[in-house]
């Protein structure tokens, strides 16, 4: 009886066909090795942790240079380590020769960077990174598996990813220039004294319709003062705080600033509000580009409840990845990020940044900002991603304004900062 092939000999026989035209097929080849390699028994896995970035090196283009001369195989040893090695140079060389053939696509039209960076199987986007990742010894696979791409799956659990290009997006050169300029800050945008006032489209469900106990046109002018002064990368306002007036002004003063020669922030996330998108209820999340262009809209996916009653919203079904410069972010409606009862999508995605406006019932509540934590911490470790919610309370509090969690390092251990005031600065150092 025949042997069953070995998933590496399979594979090999896949990286064959898909570059059996020559270097098109390399985005493919990479995206196909690098989803083998993530799929590593895990405690075969971890050995990458191991692997020091001199023994992935190929400092004489030994590597790629077989490559490109067809030799693409992964060469399986009596020791699945030594199988794992292997398998992680030979992605190594295939990601060279991409680096080497490859441009950065400068279209902002999102149908292009889909299109462009899609592979040929539709599973996932192959996304160049502006400037190169810099590796650090004892990182896991998906950490620094790559450093010149990141793989991120089309769809996750039937979420489709969509990628937006950020109107501000740098080139390289200035991307590297970021880089030793001072850490980027980040603005959280509270209203003390909100109180939301709920419509009942019937007995068990809610929606809300109104906001009182403060003047939103004067405090949103100070936000946007504040975040001019402080040197704001982005703002962000927390979930059902801003209606379409709101939003409105946001869009008024950045274009007003605009013609006045002001720095433009790379994007705001305008809070969400319940409204009606042909025909149906959602909760929306508005992102503006720095000149108060809409880049796109967030659909929350996952209704929260009060009480008895639930959101009555109808789930969106896509997550949203913006590109901007060497920083991709994801940006999660509340629930949407802290779900338990799946491993929601965020916690697959290799970004940078996730941004989550949130609203909590009440400045006593403790387990929302833990449930962000959890997914922070699952993305902190696996991709670095550094995350900053903007929680909102329904209700005023005592002497609190707000809740945030600010970019922390170690969001498993990271304490929910508590505002006083309607502004909050969060700092991000470079790396």
Not at 225 to 240: K, N
Request: hydrophobic residues 45%; glycine residues 6%.
């Amino acid at each position: 009886m025949t042997a069953p092939l070995s998933r590496w000999h399979i594979l090999n026989n896949e990286l064959a066909n898909v570059l059996h035209n020559g270097i098109d097929g390399l985005p493919d080849a990479i995206a196909a090795l690098y989803s083998e390699i993530a799929a590593t028994f895990e405690p075969e896995l971890i050995e990458f942790e191991s692997f020091t970035e001199a023994m992935l090196r190929d400092p004489e283009g030994e590597r790629a240079g077989a490559v490109a001369d067809g030799e693409v195989r992964v060469i399986e040893g009596a020791d699945p380590r030594d199988t794992l090695l292997d398998a992680a140079r030979l992605l190594r060389a295939l990601e060279q020769n991409a680096v080497e053939i490859s441009h950065y696509l400068e279209s902002d039209i999102d149908n292009d960077l889909e299109t462009a960076w899609r592979t040929a199987d539709g599973r996932h986007y192959v996304v160049p990174r502006i400037t190169a990742l810099t590796a650090v010894d004892g990182k896991p696979f998906l950490r620094r598996a790559l450093l010149h791409h990141r793989i991120i799956p089309t769809q996750i659990e039937g979420f489709a990813v969509r990628l937006h290009r950020s109107t501000m997006a740098a080139e390289t050169r200035l991307a590297e220039l970021e880089r030793t300029m001072p850490p980027r800050a980040y603005g959280a945008a509270l209203f003390p004294g909100l109180e939301v006032t709920l419509a009942h489209p019937d007995p068990d469900s809610f929606t809300v319709e109104g906001l009182r106990g403060f003047d939103a046109e004067t405090r949103i002018a100070e936000h946007l003062r504040a975040a001019r002064t402080a040197g704001c990368s982005a703002i962000i306002w927390g979930e059902l705080t801003m209606p379409e007036a709101s939003v409105a002004q946001v869009r008024a003063v950045l274009a007003d600033g605009a013609l006045d020669g002001h720095p433009a922030y790379r994007y705001l996330v305008v809070g969400s509000w319940h409204r009606l998108v042909d025909g149906r209820m959602r909760n929306v999340a508005q992102i503006l580009d720095g000149l108060g262009e809409p880049l796109f809209d967030v659909l929350k996916w996952a209704k929260f409840s009060i009480g008895a009653q639930r959101e009555a919203i109808v789930p969106g079904d896509e997550v949203h990845v913006l590109i901007c410069e060497d920083e991709l972010m994801v940006c999660a409606i509340c629930r949407d990020f802290l779900q338990s009862t799946c491993d929601v999508p965020y916690r697959k995605l290799n970004v940078d940044v996730a941004i989550v406006p949130s609203m909590v019932p009440s400045i006593d509540d403790v387990a929302t900002l833990r449930g962000h934590a959890e997914t922070a911490n699952v993305m902190r470790v696996r991709f670095g991603t550094r995350t900053m919610v903007v929680a909102q309370p329904a209700v005023p509090g005592d002497g609190v304004d707000g809740q945030l969690l600010a970019l922390p390092a170690k969001p498993a251990i990271a304490d929910a900062t508590h505002v006083v005031g309607a502004w909050h600065v969060c700092v991000l150092e470079n790396s």
